[in-house]
């Protein structure tokens, strides 16, 4: 999603307003979120307010910072200031959990668990290619 040079990510990473870059997103602090959304209520346009807080939006695709101010005021008008939160989301990435810390015991029940599901698919398979 972002293809920033190495040069631009130093320029935003020692922005104040910034929390968190990462290989995909900037992460806004939340009281540059919520500064946004009351300097947009005053009617300054998207691209003043980054620009006004130092953001260059010329690093960025067109609307960019319409499209953020965007998304933050329908989840301030949805759930309140609170909900511009840490921008870090609260939902689990999808990915199973690391397993460094399981136990040998454990270790062999999930081989066990998988070992079981391979015989379970192998054979609903077999039974796929007699029909």
Known sequence: MLD????????LAKNPNILKLTDHHVIYKPSFKLYAIEQYFQ????????????????????????SNIKRWLKKYNEEGPTALGTGIRKVGSGRPKKSDNLTYEELLKLVE???GVIDELKKKRALALKK
């Open 113 to 115: 668990i998988q070992s």
């Open 4 to 11: 920033l040079s190495n040069y631009q990510r130093q320029l």
């Open 43 to 66: 009617g300054f346009s998207a691209d003043e307010i980054f620009e006004k807080k130092g953001i260059r939006l010329d690093f960025f695709i067109k609307n960019y910072a319409a």
